[in-house]
């Protein structure tokens, strides 16, 4: 490297004499350092000294330096290129551990000084721990209480803290002179300290300082902060990021940020500085100085898992460089780059333990062959009053492939509210009663439970030749010649006789069709030959409880079905395990809700119609976004908005109210009352979302609905429209901001939900897109789940790995194995 170090030290030198004005060299120094870097690497043997090299060279941002700062950068490039050349002259003995066989942990000049506690003769021969196990409390001035707070955030070692990301950062990187300041955020400045003290501004004990450059003065404030005055001092040059606010005619820096302009490396300004989350009791600077010792020291040393094949094809940073510059970025592409490799790498591993996951269900052992009976299922659907739609017939031909085969069918059925999935679902369960085999069909409320018991019975009863309703709500219906086909309904509010009854029944066979809630996923639940299980609303469940419901039987086909609308891709990606089939279009002579966005001052008008439709014998839903009324969210409240409504604006009308925190029977109690027309209006909270049904409800007020996301709206909008008069839909909103409006605009004219859905995506991100999170899968903390261009590359880049080499066995891929074994504890697929 002798040679290469040469030449950077006559570049630096000619840089120096032309005042530090990036002349030397055409093009720049950053260009040249990119010509220089594969040359002098060349000579670095070592990974980790190589690692830290790649790092510091695509890290270093000379042109975006401020003019201050780049002599001390120049000086800094050739202090680390020398200490790298004479580390490269020594060879290091790695130590290894007794029993891994891996590195031991060893203090490099550049890691971050740590104590270690002192151990027992007992434990002095355990194996030294890796790096990134090493705990916080390894670190100068991390106490055990300090520890505690660190666990709150999940926290508890090296590993953590590499992977805890900061949520934003500030931009500090631009310096301006004093006289070109003005209030405002986030502005810059390298500054001499004229003068520093304590002050007692308004009571609080504080420090104050006077500073100047060549083209003035500014006083910097900072409250509560005492102590600040023994650390500044007198001459000291300091940089100052932060606010810089009008006082008395005069301009100051409010408690900004500052450091010394000597020290190494800017941490707290001069730069994009990282904003990390944070609980009571740390603290910005302490834990952001504390990300940077670590992140200089182990960052550098990360193995990087991913196959050079697939960094190569998809232009993705290597894995050290990106958690350093997604922590301490040298410029905002640098950043963006890290963010697409981190987010990338989630979202793989995402994409590979959900492969690995549908390939365990389906080949843990062989699943029963159902062949449809072509002459019943034409007797099935020329009984009912309607004609399938096109996108249904689709959905039911794909569901029917799945049974065929003997690898157990694991599918998505996602429709619009009306759609008719649970017509495909009928005739798909008819099909394996057919053959032989018990069904189950699992909604997340007992209400949902019940329609669903109502429905599929009356399609039935179409079908049947003759129908006996006995005991234990246990229906039976002489469909096939030979035998009756039995449906039962399985729900807390059964007695529990009736319910032992049931379970009796379904253990020996004598129930070919069980509908029910999480009871069907209880261990006194047991099937004699479950063959095919229904599982409603998928993501009020998630992934165990769908996993449960397999084990119920020998590997049964699972159909799941939603009608919150998913972008394609996204399903693909959440739902990975799980083939995809959509119903897409509505059946003929389904109408249009018809939807308008209000202000406040309408008000009166809204509730004036509400009554010319009560007084038409309708029904209506108001919805409120919350329970009790909050001083910190400005949103009318379902309890206040009840009373009100009742005394004030309907008192000659029946009103219920429903929400959250009222019992299961209590639900079901006002719910049902409300199907049965003894209500005329719910008031209600979001819980109305999924599972009522109520043909007479023909309008629906929402209120505060700028706090509801596109499908969630759309989804409260479907519980009407769901008889044959016109149905309305009404949003009010009192402040909406602009995403807010932008969102009601779109859902006044949009009718489509995964439409809606996309652009849900568009405004407001994931968030709670899903409503409930999915269990089972790993955290996002870098991707984003509307960032579908990165989402779609790693279902390509995973589908494909996992065709080639399905137990990551070659040994290219042993680093990834042991990355996803770590991410994945719990998947044995992949042991």
Same mark, same amino acid.
């Given at each position: ?540 469940? !998630? ?5 449960? #419901?397999?084990?119920?039987? &020998?590997? +049964?086909? =699972?159909? @799941?079905?939603?009608?919150? %609308? ?105 719910? !049902? ?5 003894? #209500?005329?209006?719910?008031? &209600?909270? +979001?819980? =109305?979302? @999924?599972?009522?049904?109520? %043909? ?128 994945? %504890? ?6």
């Amino acid at each position: 490297m002798s040679q290469s170090l040469e030449k950077l030290k006559a570049v630096i030198s000619l840089e120096k004499k032309k005042g530090c004005l990036d002349t030397a060299v055409i093009g720049g120094l950053d260009k040249f350092l990119a010509n220089w870097a594969p040359e002098a690497s060349a000579g670095i043997a070592n990974r980790t000294q190589l690692s830290r090299f790649n790092q510091f060279i695509g890290a270093f941002n000379y042109a975006g330096s401020p003019a201050a700062a780049r002599p001390a950068a120049l000086d800094r490039l050739i202090e680390f290129a020398e200490e790298l050349e004479a580390a490269a002259k020594v060879t290091v003995a790695s130590k290894l551990s007794p029993e891994s066989g891996e590195p031991d942990f060893t203090v490099a000049e550049s890691a971050p000084k740590y104590r270690r506690k002192p151990v027992s003769a007992k434990k002095a021969a355990t194996p030294p721990v890796s790096s990134l196990e090493l705990p916080v409390t390894a670190f100068k001035g991390v106490s055990d209480a300090t520890a505690a707070k660190l666990k709150k955030l999940g926290i508890e070692n090296v590993r953590d803290l590499l992977y805890h990301f900061p949520a934003r950062h500030v931009d500090y990187s631009h310096t301006a002179r004093i006289s070109s300041l003005s209030p405002g955020p986030d502005q810059t400045i390298v500054a001499n300290v004229w003068e520093v003290r304590p002050t007692t501004p308004g009571g609080r004990r504080s420090t104050e300082a006077i500073l100047g450059d060549e083209t003035g003065n500014i006083r910097a404030l900072w409250f509560n902060n005492p102590y600040l005055a023994r650390q500044i001092k007198n001459g000291d040059r300091l940089v100052i990021s932060g606010r810089v606010s009008a006082w008395k005619g005069m301009l100051v820096f409010e408690s900004p940020e500052w450091e010394k302009l000597e020290e190494k490396e800017l941490v707290h300004t001069g730069r994009l500085v990282p904003v990390y989350p944070l609980t009571a009791g740390l603290y910005p600077r302490a834990l952001r100085k504390l990300m940077k010792e670590v992140v200089d020291g182990f960052a550098p040393a990360l193995e990087d898992y991913l196959p050079a094949d697939i960094k190569e094809r998809r232009r993705l940073a290597d894995l050290p460089q990106s958690v350093a510059q997604a922590h301490f970025p040298a410029h905002e592409p640098s950043y963006n780059a890290a963010r697409m490799r981190l987010a990338f790498d989630e979202l793989f591993f995402l994409q590979l333990g959900v492969l690995a996951r549908k390939r365990a269900w389906q080949h843990s052992q062989p699943a029963a062959s159902i062949t449809a009976d072509q002459a019943l299922l034409t007797r099935f659907v020329d009984s009912l009053p309607f004609k399938l739609t096109g996108a249904q017939r689709r959905s039911l031909d794909e569901i029917l492939a799945d049974l065929k085969r003997t690898e157990a069918m694991s599918r998505l059925l996602q429709g619009e509210v009306g759609s008719g999935k649970t017509v495909v679902a009928t005739a798909a369960i008819l099909m394996a009663v057919n053959a032989g085999f018990q069904a189950a069909f699992m909604a997340p409320t007992e209400i949902l439970a019940e329609q669903h018991f109502c429905s599929v019975t009356a399609m039935l009863d179409r079908l049947a030749v003759q129908k006996q309703q006995g005991e234990h709500s246990v229906s039976y219906f002489g469909i096939v010649s030979d035998r009756p086909l039995t449906v039962a309904l399985l729900i807390g509010d059964a007695k529990e006789s009736g319910k032992s009854a049931v379970r009796d029944l379904v253990r020996n066979g004598g129930i070919d069709l069980i509908i029910g809630t999480h009871a069907l996923i209880q261990k006194s639940m047991k099937f004699k030959r479950l063959g095919m299980a229904v599982i409603d609303e998928q993501h009020r469940f !998630g992934v165990e409880q769908r996993q449960s #419901l397999r084990q119920k039987g &020998s590997n +049964p086909h =699972i159909l @799941v079905m939603t009608a919150t %609308p998913i972008p394609r891709t996204l399903a693909l990606t959440l739902y990975g395990d799980l083939d995809l089939s959509v119903i897409d279009e509505l059946p003929p002579g389904r109408q249009i809700i018809k939807t308008r966005w209000l202000k406040p001052e309408q008000r009166g008008s809204a509730y004036a119609f509400i009554k010319k439709q009560l007084a038409m014998k309708q029904q209506a839903f108001i919805v409120c976004p919350l329970v009790e009324e909050s001083e910190a969210v400005q949103a009318r409240a379902a309890t206040a908005q009840y009373e009100n409504l009742k005394m004030e604006v309907f008192p000659e009308y029946r009103l219920g109210l429903l929400h959250g925190r009222l019992t299961a029977a209590e639900k079901d109690s006002v719910m !049902g009352a409300f199907k049965d027309g003894k #209500l005329d209006i719910l008031v &209600s909270t +979001p819980v =109305i979302e @999924v599972g009522i049904d109520v %043909p007479n409800a023909t309008v629906m007020l929402i209120e505060s609905a700028d706090r509801f996301g596109l499908s969630q709206l759309h989804q409260f909008r479907g519980r009407v429209g769901r008889g044959s008069e016109q149905s309305y839909c009404m949003l009010l909103a009192e402040n909406p901001s602009e995403i807010a409006n932008a969102r009601l605009g779109v859902i006044e004219k949009t009718q489509d939900g995964f439409i809606l859905a996309e652009e849900d995506l568009k405004l407001r991100g994931p968030g709670e897109f899903f409503g409930t999170r999915q269990s089972g899968l790993p955290d996002l903390k870098m991707a984003k789940l509307s960032d579908v261009p990165i989402l779609e590359m790693a279902r390509e880049e995973a589908t494909r790995l996992f065709a080639e080499d399905p137990k990551l066995q070659k040994p290219e891929h042993r680093a990834l194995y042991k990355e996803l074994i770590r991410i994945w %504890p719990q998947t044995g697929e992949w042991s």
